[in-house]
């Protein structure tokens, strides 16, 4: 997994996407600034002690916040309801980033879940 992986994958998405994913990626590494940056599933994630925290992707109609955990959202549900989520996803407009405070609670989740 690389930086550099990461670099291309937004580099090869249009505008607003990109600079709304870019938000995310920033606001990701605030919360977890040690994190390994790479690709899984063909899609930027963040490794912690090896193990996947938080991902993102772009769609045709909007961007996806990935926890790689279906426990996440759940454990979230009152804090997302302006979003659409899914079991695996929470998805978002491509021009409106994540608040960093939505973006902390999520990763923070998801490092509990994993501290079990």
Avoid: N, W
Avoid at 39 to 45: K, L, N, V
Avoid at 80 to 96: A, N, R
């Amino acid at each position: 997994m690389t930086v550099e992986e990461v670099a291309a994958y937004l580099a090869g998405l249009e505008e607003p996407k990109r600079t709304t994913l870019e938000a995310l990626r920033q606001s990701i590494l605030a919360v977890v600034p040690d994190a390994e940056e790479g690709i899984s599933y063909g899609m930027p994630a963040f490794r912690v002690d090896g193990k996947v925290v938080a991902g993102f992707a772009a769609f045709k109609h909007h961007l996806a916040y990935l926890p790689h955990s279906g426990e996440v959202l759940t454990v979230l549900g009152d804090r997302l309801t302006e979003y659409v989520c899914t079991k695996g996803s929470l998805h978002f407009p491509i021009d409106e980033p994540l608040p960093d405070d939505v973006v902390r609670s999520l990763v923070d989740a998801k490092l509990r879940i994993l501290d079990r």
